[in-house]
């Protein structure tokens, strides 16, 4: 025998989980059971693919056994088993680097903690709810010993050897006085069929029954055990197809969608896609859970394969079954693999129509979608290029003139003579909206669409057009060129201010590239643009924050406002003695008010110090 210390995050985990999910701790249930089903799915996958295994012949069983007397519950399952380090490893230390963030991301509500319980994979520990010591006996296939794990949820447990028969687990409940109604029938037969009707391994409940005068004991199942997704949706109601989700993803919220497909044909398979109502915690982790298993012919093959889906749809939830696959088909071939390559192919066009179709149908609906995870299916329009248009189609921004817009409504809306669609990018909604760049298309009552969000940056470049038409970022040094109207006045003005254009380049020459005349300004006297093959200033923050350190120095377009107060007098005075002070300031506070920050503000600050001295 020997003893042992639980992890110091478990202790923690069995706290909490025993003062803040306990309105809701039936769902342990759920959490063995579920357990022992991917323990057979694991066995059963072994069978079919591993020569050791190949003459086992495995009916895969659940039982669940009650001991009033003894005040015990038993889950049983024929399935892979553990072994002694398999115990220490899976039910003493939390190897999954999402425990910690699931500790973090506890608030105290226990509705919404008991939520994250399953996405966590923490559901061993909640039967620590309604047990006050709990015996794991275990063995693993194609092993001869048996061992038994014991422990009181104190911080400790033990390992013995033990014995048993046959491979697979048992788990005993010790229950806790007060918890006695988890040993009646009704209630465990109650909470399998909320939970784990469509497990698709037959459940058996221990009953006993009364037969002429004498008590008998006799196995009973008590779920369906059909695999839902292989059943015709008009069989299905909508609480089926919720509850499965729950007790697929341990979420205990409600779907926002489904989208199930029987198909037949040259290929034949069922998917069964659920899009959550709350966000996965891992959802911008690189080490995420894909969220989607692969069966062949109903046997499950993998969980963990990150290619079943593009990584831009990692929220989606769900199964996919081919009947056209080999049952043995290995992990390394499954990637090169043309049916499944096919079955993915049509998965994401099914799941971004769906989406289409939502957002015509039921904008609301799809509005809690996009704010869930609207900046993840973005990552699409750069990866996906073969669904590039479909994508664009689902894209919601803000703008300049409303909360949201989509491209088409944007396109639908604008203004005879408009050539193309504009954005504007960077971090801070308000400083975008009154951002000198886009005073001209204010006062042109020009739509611009109004992009704080980061990866936007990123992707908005790959788009340049919409239904052939431009899409252009304001920030561009060839915007201006659209902007113009009267080509004979802006020559004149061009000869107007050369002279203050020449001295201001030069002045100037180390910060910029070029010095001109905007015709996109309105009141403002500066603004800086990019050079349109160059990266704009959010681009080249989102660099940085990856990890680009090393980036060239992009140097700036300084635009100035023939219009404005300031510069018309510059042009009348440009031998000033201020000359100098005063192009600067034009050029520091045109990336103030841009939100860049300053190379030197206490330079900055002294200019200004300067020129005020001599107006007062
Ligand atoms: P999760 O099931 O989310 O991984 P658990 O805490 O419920 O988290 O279980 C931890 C691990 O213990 C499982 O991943 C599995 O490897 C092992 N395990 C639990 N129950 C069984 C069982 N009945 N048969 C075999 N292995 C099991």
Redesign the pocket.
Known sequence: MSKHKFDTEINQLLDLMIHSLYSNKEIFLR??I???S??ID?LKFLTISDEKFKDLSLEPRIEIEVDKDKKKLI?R?N????NEE?LK???GTIA?SGTKSFLSQLSGDAKKDSSLI?Q???????AFMVAKKIE?I?KKAGEDKAYKWVSSGNGEYEIKEAKKKTQ??E?ILHLKDGEEEFLDDWTIERIVKKYSNHIPFPIYLLKEEEKDGKKEKKFEQINKASALWRLNKNEITDEEYIDFYKQLT?DSNDPLHWIHTNAEGTLEYSTLFYIPSVAPFDLFRVDYQPGVKLYVKRVFITDDDKELMPTYLRFVRGIIDSEDLPLNVSREILQQNTILTKIKKSSVKKILNELKKIKEKDFDKYLKFWKLFGKVLKEGVYTDFENRDLLLDLLLFKSTKRDTVSLKEYKEAMKEGQKSIYYITGEDEKMLKNSPLIESFKAKDIEVLILDDEVDSLIMPMVTEYDKTPVKSVSTSDIDEEQKEDKEKDKEKEEEFSKILVKLKEILKDEVKDVKLSSRLKESPSCIVFDKNDPDFAMQEMLKQMGQTNLPKVKPILEINPDNEIIKKLSQNDSLSELNDIAHILYDQARLIEGMKLEDSSEFVKRINKILTKTI
């Open positions: 959490e063995l579920s357990n022992a991917d323990a694991k889950v399952d399935g892979i088993g553990m398999d490893e899976h039910l999954k399953g966590f994979g923490v559901g061993f520990y909640s794991v275990s697979g687990t788990v341990g």
